[in-house]
Structures are given as structure tokens and as C-alpha cells.
Nanobody, 119 residues
Framework: QVQLVESGGGWVQPGESLKLSCSIS????????SAWYRQAPGKERDLVAA???????RHEPAVKGRFTISKDDGGNTVFLWMNDLKPEDTGMYYC?????????????WGRGVQVTVSS
């Protein structure tokens, strides 16, 4: 059983920064990649950034240059460093473990953490 637990969310003002963490436990098997998704109210859950087991990363255009995904050496903790936050970054942020083939394919999900950007 793979479990993912997110932490680090909260309320910030525009232009500020937050760091999200995701602790991953259990036997992941082939699902060595990880990713962060976000879901704004009334919208679909969208990929924000992904990282392979070897550390290669992908960041979606909306966050490129502002957000950075990283992981610890063991791959059991995944981070999302978020700088210059904007109101449109508001939403529930979900950590995921899965496989990265041509695209990232999620298998496991955390319960999510709320990020609110507002003045």
C-alpha cells in the first residue's frame, strides 16, 4: 500500500512563496515518478510539475520559472517550491506517484493540501 501525505499549504499574498512537501511510503514498484497536480474550484485537476525517478523534471508553462519540483535522494519526499505566487495559483494541490513514459501517468494520490493566494 502506497501512501502519500502532503504538507506546507496555506494562505499567502501575491508575490510570496510557499514550499509543499509530499512524504511517500510503501512499495512503489515501477511507479518511481512523482508529480504535483492542482485543482481550482470548479475546474479539472491539472498537472503542475513532474519528476522521474532519475530526477528529470517537467514544469507546465503556467508555472515554469516560478515553481520547481525536486525530490530527496531516496525519492521518498517530493517538494514543490513555489515563488512569485499569483491568485490564479489558488487551489488544492495533490501529490502523485506514478510512471513517466511519454507523459506522466499517475497511479497513487495524496489527499491534497490547500493553497490560497489572495491579498
Amino acid at each position: 500500500q502506497v501512501q502519500l501525505v502532503e504538507s506546507g499549504g496555506g494562505w499567502v499574498q501575491p508575490g510570496e512563496s510557499l514550499k509543499l512537501s509530499c512524504s511517500i511510503s510503501g512499495n512503489r514498484g515501477r511507479d518511481t515518478a512523482s508529480a504535483w497536480y492542482r485543482q481550482a474550484p470548479g475546474k479539472e485537476r491539472d498537472l503542475v510539475a513532474a519528476i522521474t525517478g532519475l530526477g528529470a523534471t517537467r514544469h507546465e508553462p503556467a508555472v515554469k520559472g516560478r515553481f520547481t519540483i525536486s525530490k530527496d535522494d531516496g525519492g521518498n519526499t517530493v517538494f514543490l517550491w513555489m515563488n512569485d505566487l499569483k491568485p490564479e495559483d489558488t487551489g488544492m494541490y495533490y501529490c502523485s506517484a506514478g510512471q513517466y513514459k511519454v507523459f506522466y501517468e499517475p497511479t497513487y494520490w495524496g489527499r491534497g493540501v490547500q493553497v490560497t493566494v489572495s491579498s
